[in-house]
């Protein structure tokens, strides 16, 4: 347990550690979970999400140094989608945020989706827990390029950040049911370039049909890459916390996050327990018969979820 | 087993990275995790990065002749970080034959010159990674 009394201390390496043995759920892994929650502090989650190359790196490096300007400690998450074919990866999200490797109050971490399909990676919570009890006041959490359902952010964010940029398609785009419908904050990045205005009121004319907002999403026009426009983004972000602390939202959604992660993992044990069970003799045979329709997928189904029960 | 995590970094002041794309689509292909960092990385980013993403391998693309001088402070800095017993260094990139023993002296484990195909640089890697991948 050397390297979670590390953790506690703020040591660098021992929290890249315990990030990774979370991820390659090594020998371990879920006592070092318990023992890791006990020690967060409710740092607060910021989920940057949207369409790939809306600028979700460069605008999360300009966000995170205003931040840093008030002496906060920050973690980011940042995930890239892994091969489905040879299980790798490029993970290429600190290109843009080259100046905040020097910085000691700023802990990047990289991940690979590992065939997790919800634009986070299977680890995502882990390691939010990691850098919560290492002392971050901030994660930021940027999703892989998202196209249209990949909502699993807003279960894992206090404040989901939108980003979208002009070109992307036409109004219809922004009434479809999806990601759309997930930000807390909309940003419309890359503001400098033609058809800026039209997403602008695009997203305000989505947000305008629904009227009993008790918070309505604030919409910026942002240059990440010159950083005009992030002071503002930045005060809609703490806006929208101040909003959910009055309200005593964050609490429930907090709630709401143990549930899904509750769900998570009771999901992922049953799943192995399917592995295994399929590999065993009397199942093979089972499916085998679904060939010559002696059995239906059906029954089988039936049998095995009954086989799992009874194993218990 | 677990994905080898390999940092693709590109020291210095050198502003060509086809390569570096080059291996690290190569390392992609063949199952590994690769950070990539952009250009210009000085010794120290590369470092933090690396630490940050507890990577397996460091692996350096250089073109600016400055080798010498830059792949030998990564390790030094890796070891005053106590993270060089994790972590396999390697290089590649337009390296004089005669700077090899240097840079190998100076915990360079290999060195990578033009002409190498990718298969042996990864099949270098997956022999001498210092931490178990299983």
Redesign the interface.
């Known amino acids: 347990m050397d390297l979670i009394k590390g953790l506690l201390q703020g040591n660098?390496?021992a929290?890249?550690?315990l990030?990774?043995i979370i991820?390659?759920e090594?020998e371990g892994y879920f006592d070092i979970l318990k023992e890791i929650h006990k020690n967060t502090k409710n740092a607060y989650v910021i989920g940057i999400t949207g369409p790939p190359g809306a600028g979700k790196s460069t605008l999360t490096d300009k966000l995170v140094k205003k931040i840093r300007e008030q002496g906060k400690r920050v973690g980011i998450i940042a995930i890239d989608p892994?091969?489905p074919f040879?299980?790798?990866?490029?993970?290429?999200d600190?290109?843009r945020m080259?100046d905040l490797?020097?910085d000691p109050g700023v802990?990047?971490?990289?991940m690979?989706t590992?065939g997790y399909l919800g634009g986070l990676s299977k680890a995502t919570y882990g390691a939010i827990k990691v850098m919560d009890a290492y002392g971050c006041d901030y994660i930021f959490v940027e999703t892989v390029g998202v196209g249209q359902s990949e909502v699993d952010i807003v279960k894992t964010a206090d404040t989901t950040v939108m980003v979208m940029v002009p070109g992307l398609g036409d109004d219809i785009q922004a009434i479809k049911a999806g990601v759309m419908e997930i930000g807390d904050v909309f940003v419309v990045n890359k503001a400098d370039k033609e058809g800026a205005k039209r997403t602008l009121l695009e997203i305000e004319m989505m947000l305008d049909f629904k009227k009993d907002w008790d918070f309505r999403p604030p919409v910026s026009m942002v240059v990440a890459n010159d950083g005009s426009g992030v002071d503002e983004l930045l005060q809609s972000i703490m806006a929208h916390r101040k909003y959910q602390h009055e309200t005593e939202l964050l609490k429930s959604k907090v709630l709401q996050r143990n549930k899904s992660e509750i769900k998570e993992i009771i999901h992922r044990k049953i799943e192995r327990e399917i592995q295994n069970i399929q590999s065993e003799k009397e199942v093979e045979d089972m499916i085998m018969k679904t060939l010559s329709k002696e059995l239906d997928p059906y029954t089988v189904s039936e049998k095995i979820f009954n086989k799992i029960i009874d194993n218990r | 087993m677990r994905p080898i995590r390999v940092l693709v970094a590109k020291p210095g002041l050198d502003g060509h990275d086809r390569g570096a794309k080059v291996i690290a689509r190569a390392f992609r292909d063949a199952g590994m995790e690769v950070i990539y960092t952009g250009l210009r990385q000085t010794p120290e980013q590369i470092v933090q990065t690396a630490i940050q993403e507890d990577v397996d391998v460091v692996s350096m693309s250089i073109l600016s002749g400055a080798h010498n001088h830059l792949l030998p402070k990564v390790v030094k800095l890796l070891k005053e970080e106590e993270a060089y017993d994790d972590i396999l260094v390697i290089g590649g990139g337009v390296i004089p034959d005669e700077d090899i023993p240097y840079l190998k002296e100076n915990g360079i484990a290999e060195v990578f010159t033009p002409g190498t195909t990718t298969t042996v640089t990864i099949e270098y890697i997956k022999t001498h990674l210092k931490k178990s991948i299983d």
Not at chain 1, 86 to 92: D, E, F, N, V, Y
Request: include cysteine; glycine fraction near 10%; charge should be positive.
């Open positions: 660098k390496r929290c890249a550690r990030i990774s991820e390659n090594q892994t091969s040879s299980k790798g990866a490029i993970l290429g600190r290109i080259s490797n020097l802990f990047i971490r990289s690979g590992r």
